[in-house]
């Protein structure tokens, strides 16, 4: 079964910007959609970015304009560029891979906060 590990998380500065990545191990195979998630203390899951293997990108409005959500399918890699981040914007970030059958895998999450 595939396994997603994040990392590229961190402590940044307002305004600053962070590139998260998210590389798929194993069985690699009947992926629908990779996505970025985010959860705050307190605030459930949110999702934050996705990329269908059909093509459009899709975003939640409090992070359209600021973060990229792309693929490198010879790394097999999902990134995610986060730019003129916010205190808001704090939150465990978790990549996501929803089957063709509607299952999901998860990642183990990265901590992103954003702080003077």
């Known amino acids: 079964q595939v396994q997603l590990v994040e990392s590229g998380g961190g402590l940044v500065q307002p305004g600053g910007s962070l590139r998260l990545s998210c590389a798929a191990s194993g069985s690699i195979f009947g992926i629908n959609r990779m996505a970025w998630y985010r959860q705050a203390p307190g605030k459930e899951r949110e999702l934050v970015a996705a990329?269908?293997?059909?093509?459009?990108?899709t975003y939640t409005d409090s992070v359209k304009g600021r973060f990229t959500i792309s693929r490198d399918n010879a790394k097999s890699t999902v990134y995610l560029q986060m730019n003129s981040l916010k205190p808001e914007d704090t939150a465990v970030y978790y990549c996501?891979?929803?089957?063709?059958?509607?299952?999901?895998?998860w990642g183990q999450g990265t901590q992103v906060t954003v702080s003077s």
């Open positions: 996501n891979l929803r089957t063709l059958f509607g299952s999901d895998v």
């Open positions: 990329l269908p293997s059909g093509g459009a990108t």
